[in-house]
Structures are given as C-alpha cells and as structure tokens.
C-alpha cells in the first residue's frame, strides 16, 4: 500500500517514542525528529509506510551508535509469551478446532507491536490474548483451512518478539498437515522496532521445529526489492504464504492471491482499508 | 509556554484535519501537509504551539482562497450552544454558588474546539456540559471568587465560537460584582480555527452586555508581541484577566498573576505540564 497522509503524524510520532527509548538526550531526541520532517516533506508517499519506518530507525541506530536499540523489550515480550504459552498451548489442545484455536491465538499475539504501541504493557498482552477468542473477528477460515490442508509448503513471515511464542502454536498445527520440512518461519534480516530477527526464534525455540530464515532486510515490513535473492526465490515458489503483522500486510497487500494476512488492525489508515473497526482480528 | 517534541505530530494531524475540511482536493491536503512538514523541520521549538498553528492556518487560507474556512462549522456551534444556554442559565439561577456554576459550565464549553478535536459532533458537547458538575475539577475556586469579587476591572480572553455562549453566563455573573463598564470581552483578531471573532459575539450577545474588543491578531491564543498596541495596553491595564481555553494558556502561562485559566485539559503535554488528566477541567 502506499502512505497516507495520515500515516505522517504517525511515523513521527513513533519516531519520538523510539528516540525516547534509546536515548535519554534531549537533543538527540530533537535532531530525529527534525532528520524525520525533513525526509517526510520530500517524501515519496508511493513508498509503504515501513519504507519510512526502516529509514527512522536506520537513523535511530546510527545517532545513538546502538544497533539493536529494542533488544531489551524483546527480551521482555519473548519472557512474558513464554510464560503464557503453556496454558495456551493446552486450549488449542483440547479445542474443537486447534488449527483455527492457534490461528486466533497467532493473531491476538500481534498486539506485541512497539511500532502502533511504545508503551505497550505486560496487561496488554495478557488482554489481547485473553480476549483472542471472543473478541470480535474477520475472517476467511474456511478458505485458510483449505488452503493449509492443501498446502505443499508453507512460508511463514514472522512479525514481531515476544508474538513468535504464539507463531509457535500456530506453526504446531500447521505442521501437523504440512510436512515439518516443507514450512519455513522467516524472520527480519536485522533489528528494526521490536521486530523478531534469528535470536527471538532461537529463545522462543521454533528453530527446533522448522527451518528457519532472515529476508535479509531492516525493514519493518517484506519490501520485496529490499529483501536478499534466496529470500525473494523462496517467496515466490513458497505454495502458500501466511504473513503476520500490519506491517507485512501493508508491504504485501498488492501481491499474488497465495498470501493470508493475520493481524490485528491497529490504525485508522488500515481499519478504513480493510473496512473494518480498529482492533478486529483479520485472517484475509 | 514552549513547543514540546509532543506537539509537532498533533500539529501535523490538525494540518491534515484543517485542509481536509477547506477543500476537497487531495493536492491541496498534500501541498499543505509537506509545507508544515518543511516548517516544522526548521521551527524554534521556544514558539508556543499556537505560533505554529497561526502559521498553519494562515497557510490554509492563502493556498484554499478561503478567509473564513471555518465559518460554516462557527455557525452550527453559535446555534448548538445557545439552544443548550437558557436550560443552564436557569440552572445558575437555582444555583447555591451561581458563580462557581457559571465558571464550570463556561470551562465545560471549551470542548467546542476544532484544534484538539476536527470531528467535534453535537454529542460531545451535550455530554461534556451534561458532566460539567460531576467530572472531576481541579481549581482554585476560592482564590477565583475573592479575586472576581475584588477586581476592579476584569478583561475576559474568549476561545471559541459556541464556547463563548457559555462564557457569556459566567459574564453575567462577573458583571453582578464589576461593573459592566469595567468588564470587558476579548476576541481574535480575524478568523482562524474555530476561534471566536467579533461576528460569533453579536450572534449571541455578549456584545450587549458588556465592551467587546479584539486582539489585533490571528493566532489561535494570545501571543501580545502579535496583538495590537491598544490591546496590549488594556491587557497591561487590567486588574484581573479571564483567560479562556488552552491556546490561551499556552501562550500566556509564563505571564504575571493576575491570571486565571479556565480550561479543559485536551492534550497529554498539557496534562504533564500541569499535572493532572486529560479531560480535567482547570480553573488556576
């Protein structure tokens, strides 16, 4: 998709908070915010609201010389999944559908998102997730139960930390239809916002179940052109896709038909794009 | 006060609001919303908020041709409020403290603001003056009533159009105590926002009851290096000023105390800055 205007407001306030976070100088915090208003006046709005995102927080990282500036929140939002995993993994167990259980739960998941929330909370998550199951939701299971029953392989594009412990359950289910090999879980090529990269897999574990790979970007998205070779000849011989998070929907959305998205909505550009309110739970 | 990091996305997001609700043209929102950002990037962040919105608006006017694009909105808002008037006016009457009830219904009708809220509907207002004596209020209300019943003249700074029919009960009650003649109303010196100018007062009154002037200026607050010599001179004069709305008190809240501000607090920077939540209304 392309930016909005109203992504604008948006991105610079995103940027502020990820300033905030990295650095508790004042004039760090001015000069990245001023760097922003400048690219944004010249800005191509042709360009996907991650493409503007991956430049704030190259710029984060060069200013403050810390190349992973999120690495301590991932560590946090891996913890806290983890921790509520177990209790979940026994509700897709016992559920009368445990493929759409997990789905549900992949989804609720997307809330762990430092990019629409810098302030995000422990209760945020444990509401998300609490609520997957009777919260509003918008959805095609039907055809996405097909789709992965007939499925020869899948690739699975990975969003945020913390939300790849509930990827997990998902890719649990999805393997019990597709062959363990045939999946592979693609992460970020390097940090950008809270995104999952190699390590979050390593500490949730889901490299111990399927391959495992990095698109080769620092965008919070799948820019295609932006990603590495090996990982745009995956995605188009991959037979069926599922991409998780807003910002793979709004990198993805005008791609082949072969691509579910599973996030939750999470601002008024996208809410009015997909017609639905903010916060339903899409699997599109 | 200065402009915080804070103010510069909310700034951006009334831009888009403004431009959309004076044109149509998609062009047009995007030609405006790149000059802010161009602005924005270079702006002395000690301006108050209101300086850049001043700058805004007059953009506005100058690209769309139009001198008053929030005329047709004032309107509605004049007509809404003084439906509500005679209902309250009746309640001040009954009232133990009509004083008190006066300055919180006149602090509750500074809700019609199009800066904080471009979608402001007919709800929000019934609601926010039908909660004006439950919500919590934080003021110094005795201090308030020793001054007004003290003051030897009084110069009131009206906000906004619609508001100012609420203000014109506190100024029926200020005017049981000084004089008419010594009680004079103050609005913007030529449209811009939703702002009260001299047309709003002679559609409700006030202009009947006690000297109307104007600022000399088309800042949405009262930046006094901007507004004319006479009325600087009466703001030096007077003996105890009335500052109504947020953009007053932005742009005045460093100045000497014989100030009162009657306000909701709409923004999170204001709540910092004065300490208390969104939504509170503020009599200091």
Known sequence: MKTSLDCIPCLLRQSLDAARLVSSSPSVHEQIVRDVLHWTAEMDLNQSPPAIAQRIHRLLRELTG?????????????????????????????AKNPLLMAARLAIAG?????????????????????????????????????AIAQAKSVLYLADNAGEIAFDQLLVEQI???????????????????????????????????????NNGSDAPGTILNDCSEEFRRRFA???????????????????????F?????????????VNQPIGMQMLV
Chains 1, 2 share one sequence.
């Open 110 to 146: 997307n809330v762990i998102d430092m990019g629409s929330n810098g302030n995000l909370t422990e209760a945020d998550i444990q509401q998300s997730l609490s609520k997957a199951l009777t919260e509003p939701f918008f959805g095609e299971e039907d055809r996405f139960q097909q």
């Open 175 to 213: 393997i019990k239809q597709v062959s363990p090999e045939r999946v592979t879980l693609v992460v970020r090529g390097a940090p950008v916002l809270n995104d999952a990269t190699l390590i979050d897999v390593q500490i949730v574990g889901i490299d111990r179940i399927v391959e495992v790979i």
């Open 66 to 94: 810390v190349s992973d500036p999120y690495r301590e929140a991932k560590d946090w939002q891996n913890r806290i999944a983890m921790e509520l995993v177990p209790k979940f993994r026994a509700e897709v167990k016992s």
């Open 261 to 273: 998205f599973l996030f939750k909505v999470k601002c008024a550009v996208i809410a009015n794009l």
């Open 237 to 259: 011989e991959a037979d069926l896709i599922v991409a998780k998070g807003q910002g793979n929907f709004e990198t993805l959305n005008n791609n082949p038909s072969n691509i």
